[in-house]
């Protein structure tokens, strides 16, 4: 077989809007890990809030966590780390607050915020954009609650973060409205900063990394590491922050909720997140249809 290793994004392709893995999407990674095939999770989350999902759903993987930023072997060790230098971050927060966007830091030790109440209201949002049918008292709880597993600190001010030598910003993730205008000025003038990675992972955030730091550099880490070409590599996603990844791998495959743009860049096209389209794909791949 062709394929030895799958990649899959979580939000929007892997898990399903309830935020879980289904049973379909859990069966057919099983069949693909019993198969020899390496299977990892390739993530614009923290590993706080990655890796419990896949537990709960028994599987064991390797993790490409916060777009590329750490690495994280099969037993949860980190074997690698790429953070934002200092000098950038100082450039960074000016440019979100100036255009009064929440945001947020993931680093080393997690996330943390200025506001609690703004990003349960961020999250809210958030979840409405990738499921449509959830109720706006629907978004508010499954928000809620998202915050209770995920570990995020509530700080006065970010300087208490950034003057911490222990600590490294791995990522800043802004969520505002949905293309809302102020996120696209925001987002043009930090790529004009240089010497970050600027994309998004739905309509209505930014997210910026070390240049360096994104899925499809990482991925090529750990492809270099297990001694597999990229050519024998499938990589699913569904939105911007997949692009490095789709573009680096022999299969790349979008999901068929993907942004239109993320389509034009995959070789096929699998159902949606909330129809099993891991599975579809899996299945299709293990038959050896897909190559």
């Given at each position: 077989?062709?394929?030895?290793?799958?990649?899959?994004?979580?939000?929007?392709?892997?898990?399903?809007?309830?935020?879980?893995?289904?049973?379909?999407?859990?069966?057919?990674?099983?069949?693909?890990q019993?198969a020899?095939?390496e299977?990892?999770?390739?993530?614009?989350?923290?590993?706080?809030?990655?890796?419990?999902?896949?537990?709960?759903?028994?599987?064991?993987?390797?993790?490409i966590t916060?777009?590329?930023?750490q690495?994280?072997?099969?037993?949860?060790?980190?074997?690698?780390?790429?953070?934002?230098e200092t000098?950038?971050i100082?450039?960074i927060?000016?440019?979100?607050?100036?255009?009064?966007?929440?945001?947020?830091?993931?680093?080393?030790?997690g996330?943390?915020?200025?506001?609690?109440?703004?990003?349960?209201?961020?999250?809210?949002?958030?979840?409405?954009?990738?499921s449509?049918?959830?109720?706006?008292?629907?978004?508010?709880?499954n928000?809620?609650?998202?915050?209770?597993?995920?570990?995020?600190?509530?700080?006065d001010?970010?300087?208490?973060?950034?003057e911490?030598?222990?600590?490294?910003v791995?990522?800043?993730?802004?969520?505002?409205?949905v293309n809302?205008a102020n996120?696209?000025?925001?987002?043009?003038?930090?790529?004009q900063?240089?010497?970050?990675?600027?994309?998004?992972s739905g309509?209505?955030?930014?997210?910026v990394n070390?240049i360096?730091?994104?899925?499809?550099a990482?991925?090529?880490?750990?492809?270099?590491?297990?001694?597999v070409s990229?050519?024998?590599?499938?990589?699913?996603?569904d939105?911007f922050?997949d692009?490095?990844?789709?573009?680096?791998?022999?299969?790349?495959?979008?999901?068929?909720?993907?942004?239109?743009?993320?389509?034009t860049?995959a070789k096929?096209?699998t159902l949606?997140?909330?129809d099993?389209g891991v599975?579809?794909?899996i299945?299709?791949?293990?038959?050896?249809?897909?190559?």
């Amino acid at each position: 077989m062709m394929i030895q290793l799958i990649a899959s994004d979580m939000d929007g392709t892997l898990l399903n809007g309830e935020m879980e893995i289904s049973e379909a999407n859990i069966t057919a990674i099983k069949k693909a890990q019993a198969a020899g095939i390496e299977f990892v999770v390739a993530t614009g989350r923290a590993i706080e809030e990655a890796k419990p999902i896949l537990d709960a759903a028994n599987i064991r993987c390797r993790f490409i966590t916060s777009n590329g930023a750490q690495i994280f072997d099969a037993t949860g060790q980190n074997t690698f780390t790429l953070a934002i230098e200092t000098d950038k971050i100082a450039k960074i927060i000016p440019v979100l607050r100036q255009h009064q966007i929440y945001f947020e830091l993931f680093t080393n030790q997690g996330g943390f915020t200025e506001n609690l109440a703004d990003r349960i209201a961020s999250v809210a949002n958030w979840l409405k954009s990738i499921s449509p049918n959830l109720s706006e008292a629907q978004a508010f709880e499954n928000a809620k609650s998202h915050m209770s597993t995920l570990p995020i600190s509530h700080v006065d001010s970010f300087d208490s973060v950034l003057e911490n030598p222990e600590i490294k910003v791995l990522k800043v993730f802004a969520i505002g409205e949905v293309n809302g205008a102020n996120l696209r000025l925001a987002k043009a003038e930090l790529a004009q900063i240089g010497g970050l990675h600027v994309t998004s992972s739905g309509a209505n955030n930014i997210e910026v990394n070390h240049i360096e730091a994104h899925k499809g550099a990482s991925l090529e880490k750990m492809t270099d590491m297990l001694g597999v070409s990229l050519q024998h590599v499938a990589a699913l996603g569904d939105n911007f922050n997949d692009v490095s990844m789709l573009e680096a791998v022999g299969l790349s495959i979008a999901m068929e909720n993907a942004e239109a743009a993320v389509k034009t860049v995959a070789k096929r096209v699998t159902l949606t997140n909330t129809d099993n389209g891991v599975a579809h794909a899996i299945t299709h791949i293990l038959a050896g249809e897909w190559q």
